[in-house]
């Protein structure tokens, strides 16, 4: 280790560790590592204290290599201040460069900032100092901050509202004596006339000083440290500009022999009327971020503040943030219910539509659970409360929501790419500009340079290329959080748009998953009821819906099973009144090597009408064919009708039978079936139908969750387990197989809509820049207003949001089928 380098101490939390043997392969492997001076690892603390010279990166390398993990953890930023895509840029940079940052995202429309950290090896005063230190402030975002998302940006435009007045209200008389006569001919001489023309001068440098010092102050508070560090942003920008309006205009007004003969033009109007526009182009802005981040805030108002708790001493009201698993709660009618919880009183209805999309309200009676957030029915319950704070679902809907909000799609790279290097090169441009102009301009070459150069300084300002993606992406995001869609992960967003197959599982995904038994074939000399008690005596151990379909038809007191033992894709095998008992599907029969006999004519009949077979073996014999016939959910064929629609292949990946999945397929119009798969075998079944591009895979049960996670994109209906949920990239809150497509509407709209926006971005920097250099002025003597650059500047940032906000009005691809 170099002596000369500086050594830190480090910690780091660990996971994975169980004795002394894992502490000492942890110290070893951070003892390899360059650098590192000294490490100590604490079994009981499950932490290690490293001396170290250099990243923190290697020695998060080292510990899992060594096969155990590293606790991370995300911290939230509210950062104020930020204003274009190079501010992103310098923000993220900020970020990563503080030990134990492994990654940052900087969300320019909602003004947060998220990075992923190392617990232990960085916190949120860290990562404030970092941002502090790049030119903008930071506080950290607590739960109670982030009560209501747009406090800040509402706050934001009322302080942007109330500078832009003044502003207008000082540049009104400045641009009323420069430009007015352009309006009234005559106007300027007149006023000339009545004050002479050096008072007017003087009087419009006052009022232009007023407007930047004021409030243009901000410009040059930000900017000019900006520029001193040689990391100019927007700020940067608009002070040089403005800057070197006024600075030009008050040596014609107070010192014009300092210039050549000719030259001593005033430009205050100019100045002063840049601020403006810029200051009501923010204003205009910070009100339509605000609107981006409404499905937030319609999510958290669905909670209310308070709930009535039942006591021993009577009703007691209290706030929800006070209320603990166990509570007894009272829910009066049309209430909305507070918490998640179990009814144990009372029976009714409740709305769901606000978490799921359904408009039908949901039958509850006691043993039913409700959703915090939801709407009571015209029946009082009496609800013991099971999740509070941040475990309820809609604590967790709205975690997910802003997750993906501030995520950074990949779409976003070259954005970054070209925003890195783009101030620099403005002012490049502009300083080319203006000596092209003094060398080959003609006279007054000096003020052409002049208006040319604040033009291009202005009119480049790349507000519009950072909010370009955030903004799309956050109404995107909650417009189909409003339809019931989460996108848990961000990046799904822009991958689910790309999906050229959907694979749906069968069973509670297309079906209604509540199988029954719709016939029974015996073998000769079996009775009925002796093959049903058998099945049900084995599938009273299940929770498998089959085995609640064979209990509702088994014939009164049922014999206990013994050695009951779950067969995964097989079914069950046990023992029952002594004998071996086998109940599952035909591939179980056939690797214990038992022949169906006659039975298999009707196990292929039931099959073949689309039916599950279920066979029953007693001591190596089969006893009979049970026929489970799973209905098929009322709006699966719309929601593939609607995929074809959008040129989407589909198919069905199902453990049952191959006739049966062909018959359910053929009911739907589902173009590939993969029969007969087990649990372990979907995988396979995704990677056969990948040739065709990228893939999705639809699902709801605990077998599904390696199939979701394998998937280009998993999509989880969330009525299924919490493994297949925590497995996909998006989930359903509804059972409803549309908002499959539904889902991959909103990911195609929301990415042409940010495609738009980028192409807007881009290509008005592209065109606008050679225009307020002055490439159109020796053809046709037109020179770009430094003031009409300001007001394309701002436009553009409000085509964007404007764009974005359209995707508020986005209704399902299926709504026509509803």
């Known amino acids: 280790m170099d002596a000369t380098a500086a050594t830190t101490t480090t910690r780091l939390r660990l996971e994975g560790l169980h004795c002394a043997g894992c502490v000492r392969r942890v110290e070893r492997a951070l003892a390899a590592v360059p650098g590192v001076a000294a490490a100590r690892v604490n079994l009981a603390a499950t932490s290690a204290e490293v001396d170290h010279a250099g990243p923190v990166a290697p020695l998060v390398g080292a510990v899992e290599g060594a096969g155990f993990g590293v606790t991370r953890s995300e911290i939230a930023l509210a950062v104020e201040g930020a204003t274009c895509a190079t501010c992103v840029g310098r923000i993220e940079r900020a970020l990563t460069a503080v030990p134990g940052v492994t990654a940052a995202a900087m969300n320019l429309a909602s003004g947060e900032a998220r990075a992923t950290v190392i617990a232990g090896a960085a916190d949120a005063a860290m990562l404030a100092r970092a941002v502090t230190g790049a030119g903008y402030s930071a506080t950290l975002i607590t739960d109670a901050t982030a009560r209501d998302p747009g406090a800040a940006q509402e706050a934001e435009a009322r302080s942007l509202h109330r500078r832009m007045l003044g502003a207008a209200a000082l540049t009104l008389p400045v641009f009323v004596i420069e430009m007015g006569g352009h309006v009234m001919p005559g106007l300027r001489e007149a006023l000339a006339g009545l004050a002479g023309e050096q008072a007017l001068r003087v009087l419009s440098f006052v009022l232009t000083t007023a407007v930047l010092a004021g409030p243009g102050r901000a410009f040059f508070a930000k900017g000019v440290p900006l520029l001193v560090k040689g990391a100019p942003d927007m700020n940067a920008l608009v ?259 790309g999906v050229a197959t959907v694979a749906f599982d069968k069973t509670g995904t297309l079906t209604e998953g509540r199988p029954s038994v719709t016939e029974v074939a015996l073998a000769a000399g079996t009775d009925r009821d002796e093959a049903l008690r058998l099945a049900a005596a084995l599938e009273a151990r299940s929770e498998h819906p089959i085995a609640r379909a064979i209990l509702a038809v088994a014939p009164g007191e049922l014999p206990a099973a013994e050695a009951v033992e779950a067969l995964p894709g097989f079914g069950l095998r046990g023992r029952v009144e002594g004998a071996a008992v086998l109940v599952g599907a035909a591939r179980l029969m056939e690797r214990e090597g038992i022949a169906p006999g006659d039975l298999a004519a009707a196990a292929d009949r039931f099959a073949a009408a689309g039916a599950t077979p279920v066979l029953v073996a007693r001591d190596g014999r089969v006893l009979a064919v049970l026929a489970l016939a799973d209905p098929v959910k009322a709006t699966a064929r719309a929601a593939i009708d609607a995929l074809h629609r959008m040129g989407v292949k589909t198919a069905l990946i199902t453990g049952d039978t191959e006739a049966t999945a062909r018959a359910v397929a053929a009911e739907l119009g589902i173009e590939r079936v993969s029969a007969g798969v087990l649990p372990d075998g979907k995988v396979a079944a995704l990677e056969a139908l990948r040739k065709d591009g990228p893939l999705a895979f639809v699902g709801d049960g605990l077998n599904d969750a390696p199939a979701l996670a394998a998937a280009d994109i998993g999509i989880a209906i969330g009525t299924g387990t919490d493994v297949a949920i925590e497995a996909a990239d998006v989930v359903l809150m509804a059972g409803d197989p549309r908002a499959v497509a539904d889902a991959l509407h909103v990911s195609r709209r929301t990415m042409r809509n940010i495609r738009q926006n980028l192409f807007w971005a881009f290509a008005y920097n592209t065109a606008l820049i050679p225009v307020a250099a002055g490439l159109f002025y020796p053809l046709w003597g037109m020179l770009l207003s430094p003031m009409l650059a300001a007001g394309a500047m701002a436009a553009s940032s409000l085509f964007v949001l404007s764009n974005a906000l359209r995707l508020r009005r986005l209704s399902p691809v299926t709504e026509t089928m509803r």
């Open 239 to 497: 002070a040089l500009g403005t800057g070197a309006a006024w600075g030009f205009s008050t040596v014609a007004t107070f010192a014009p022999g300092l210039l050549p003969p000719g030259t001593a033009h005033v430009y205050f109007e100019a100045a002063a009327v840049i601020v403006t526009l810029i200051l009501l182009g923010r204003t205009l802005e910070a009100r339509a971020k605000g609107r981006t981040g409404a499905a937030i805030r319609h999510l958290m108002a669905l909670r209310p503040d308070t709930a009535r708790v039942v006591t021993g001493s009577g009703i007691e009201d209290r706030p929800v943030d006070a209320l603990v698993p166990g509570d007894l709660l009272e829910i009066r009618p049309g209430e909305r219910i507070p918490t998640d919880g179990e009814v144990v009183e009372g029976a009714g209805v409740v709305d769901e539509s606000m978490l799921t999309g359904e408009p039908m309200p949901v039958d509850k009676a006691p043993g039913e659970p409700v959703t915090g957030g939801t709407v009571n029915g015209p029946a009082a319950l009496r609800v013991r409360a099971t999740r509070v704070g941040r475990d309820t679902a809609l604590a967790q809907i709205v975690a997910m929501v802003e997750a993906a909000q501030g995520a950074k799609l990949p779409v976003q790279a070259l954005a970054d790419r070209v925003t890195a290097v783009f101030v620099p090169a403005v002012l490049a441009v502009a300083a080319v500009t203006v000596a092209l102009w003094l060398i080959f301009g003609p006279t007054p070459a000096l003020g052409l340079a002049l208006v040319a150069g604040v033009s291009v300084l202005i009119v480049a300002c790349p507000c519009a290329m950072g909010l370009a993606t955030p903004t799309s992406v956050m109404v995107g995001t909650g417009r189909a959080a409003g339809m019931g869609i989460l996108f848990r992960k961000g990046a799904a967003l822009q991958a689910l748009s």
